[in-house]
């Protein structure tokens, strides 16, 4: 089993800057993707970003430029940081993580609020 915790989130202005971190734990076999999501009320969960085995990264129409993922392997830890945020960046954010024998664990999620 995996577990994955989530922390950094919390209340800012609009323009400020929050960095949020998943950490996993347990028994990781390889991992395939680890992927940030996030869920505003009223709204469908939606992808944020996500970073491959390989290191590659995609992201979301809406946060380029803003958000950048990493990963610190040797901590099992991946990381969103997230610049000049807006009010519709309000969500709780999820980490998710698959690995490559259908593993596929989620986070229990952190609130971030942006206030204008």
């Known amino acids: 089993q995996v577990q994955l915790v989530e922390s950094g989130g919390g209340l800012v202005q609009s323009g400020e800057s929050l960095r949020l971190s998943c950490a996993a734990s347990?028994?990781?076999?390889?991992?395939?993707?680890v992927g940030w999501y996030r869920q505003a009320p009223g709204k469908q969960r939606e992808s944020v970003a996500h970073v491959t085995d390989a290191g590659r990264t995609n992201y979301t129409d809406s946060v380029k430029g803003r958000f950048t993922i990493s990963r610190d392997s040797a901590k099992n830890t991946v990381y969103l940081q997230m610049n000049n945020l807006k009010p519709e960046d309000t969500a709780v954010y999820y980490c998710r993580l698959q690995d490559l024998v259908g593993g596929d664990y989620w986070g229990q999620g952190t609130q971030v609020t942006v206030s204008s």
């Open positions: 347990g028994t990781i076999f390889r991992v395939i993707v």
